[in-house]
């Protein structure tokens, strides 16, 4: 509980647990209102490619002899291996690559702005402590938050 305790105590993102009842914060650390951008599965990933025949872009570039320069034949062999994989394409590398296929006209910003708000979701303020390695319940109680309000 002292997760939860040290979030009560210094609510690090002033959202007011002082003036809340136990019932009040248990709904403020449970609802999902918390930007996340998550790894999509190799199943997400190839339904947005079919759409709008982003695959064929990307085979098209990645084939010997297309028209793209070597440098942009080989990202689109690598980002196809990436989605086969099921990347991560909000992180560093991964977006690098996707924004300079986008750079090259093999990909548009619509396709890369499609690809972010398919990975964009919601968590709750307890599924985000956790992710950041809180141990807290599962979900928060009224019981757990009196407890830790101690």
């Known amino acids: 509980m002292s997760d939860l305790k040290n979030e009560f105590d210094n609510d690090p993102l002033a959202r007011g647990y002082v003036g809340m009842t136990d019932e009040q914060a248990v709904v403020s650390l449970n609802t999902k209102n918390r930007p996340v951008t998550e790894a999509l599965s190799v199943e997400d990933l190839i339904m947005w490619g079919s759409k709008q025949a982003r695959?064929?872009?990307?085979?098209?570039?990645?084939?010997?002899?297309?028209?793209?320069?070597?440098g942009e034949r080989a990202e689109a062999i690598a980002f196809l291996q990436l989605m086969a994989l099921g990347a991560n394409f909000s992180e560093t590398r991964p977006a690098a690559?996707?924004?300079?296929?986008?750079?090259?006209?093999?990909?548009?910003?619509?396709?890369?702005?499609?690809?972010?708000?398919?990975?964009?979701?919601?968590?709750?303020r307890a599924q985000e402590l956790r992710r950041a390695g809180a141990r807290i319940p599962t979900p928060v109680r009224t019981g757990d938050v009196t407890v830790a309000r101690i």
């Open 55 to 70: 695959l064929t872009k990307l085979a098209d570039a990645a084939a010997s002899g297309s028209a793209v320069s070597p």
């Open 97 to 124: 690559l996707l924004t300079a296929l986008v750079a090259s006209g093999v990909l548009t910003a619509g396709d890369q702005g499609q690809l972010a708000t398919l990975a964009s979701k919601l968590q709750s």
